[in-house]
């Protein structure tokens, strides 16, 4: 993200640290890297350099609560993994208590990292990324399909669930963002009301997908959700991936479909999943109270190009189902 959250308790977070991880902080600076979760870069009393990830629990204090029993379990999964021997994870920091994510007020949720001398790569689609290094992290993609059972942490199993869908199905029936929550939720209600049908026709593809997939199960394996070339490292010469906060037990092509590989059914759940899912988030941002800052404006030009792409989507994946129908 690009800045912190307003009115962000730094002081408070410190003292989380302290008193769950026993890191004494001596000097801290927001990292804006990345876009979802906010990233502190901190050093300790003792010299020792530490990654810090912050996430936003939106929603009352049911839903926050659900969240960060997700996030818990999603961030097993990399702590299980290195603790089984598969590199290719980079997981989070273990306090002397065992926890991986701890609870900051209401509304955060806190995980620590080493800090890692590596090259990071940014955000593009794996079609227009180099051909070997496509190859390499497909290659670990299949290294995290093949990992047994037995080390897949407390990993939850995917819903098919679209996060914050009645936000969008509320805009879908005439009931869009209140104009005085903030300079975004007039345009962004407009936005999703032009395109009402279409997201009409696609949630209910989506659907149908996601009950067949749904039914499939002995077809699931580990997946980590987002492993996007934003999401690999190059740390002594192989790559391994970042960011586990999605982890779920999946069909593989949760993973895939970015790769453009597995069945193409599946392929298509996801990529509509992806453009939904992020539609709907959008959208929910836009609802709450806000004032416009530099997150928000990168969430504004996020909503109309995820729209765009589900134009583009809607056209590469609408005949052939009406045909089958």
């Known amino acids: 993200m690009l800045n912190p959250p307003d009115s ?35 050093r300790d009393a003792e010299g020792g350099q530490w990654f810090v990830t912050v996430d936003e629990l939106p929603g009352g204090p049911e839903a926050a609560a659900e969240r960060l029993r997700e996030l818990r379990n999603a961030l097993s999964v990399p702590r ?19 926890t991986v994510v701890a609870g900051l007020g209401p509304g955060f949720a806190v995980s620590v990292y080493p800090h890692l001398d590596g090259d990071s790569h940014p955000w593009q689609p794996w079609e227009g990324a180099d051909p070997a290094l496509r190859a390499e992290a497909l290659a670990v993609v299949g290294e995290l399909h093949a990992v ?23 805009a879908l ?5 209140d104009p005085a929550a903030g300079p975004f939720a007039g345009p962004a209600g407009d936005l999703v ?41 190059r740390v ?31 392929q298509d759940l996801y990529s509509l999943r992806w453009d939904l899912t992020e539609t709907a988030v959008y959208l929910g941002l836009f609802s709450r109270p806000h004032l416009g800052d530099a997150n928000e404006r ?14 583009t989507t809607a056209a590469r994946i609408e005949p052939s189902w009406t045909s089958r129908h």
Request: aromatic share 8%.
């Open 173 to 177: 029936a005439g009931r869009l963002p």
């Open 298 to 311: 990168a969430s504004w030009i996020n909503l109309a190009d995820t729209l765009a792409n589900l134009e």
């Open 80 to 98: 299980t993994l290195r603790e089984h021997g598969h590199a290719f994870a980079v997981a989070p920091v273990a306090a002397p208590d065992g």
């Open 193 to 233: 009301a032009r395109h009402a049908a279409l997201l009409g026709r696609l949630l209910a593809h989506h659907d149908a997908l996601a009950d067949a997939a749904r039914a499939r199960p002995e077809t699931f394996v580990l997946t980590h959700g987002e492993p996007h070339l934003g999401n690999f490292l």
């Open 8 to 42: 962000f308790p730094e002081d408070e977070l410190r003292a989380l640290l302290a008193n769950t991880w026993e890191l004494q902080v001596t000097a801290s600076a927001y990292a804006p890297v990345g876009f979802g979760s906010h990233h502190w870069s901190i």
């Open 236 to 266: 002594r010469d192989r790559l391994v991936l970042i960011d586990w906060d999605t982890a779920l037990i999946a069909p593989p092509e949760r993973d895939l479909w970015d790769f453009e590989l597995g069945n193409p059914a599946v």
């Open 148 to 170: 047994p059972r037995s080390d897949w942490g407390a990993a939850d199993t995917e819903d098919f669930a679209i996060p914050q869908r009645a936000t969008l199905d509320a």
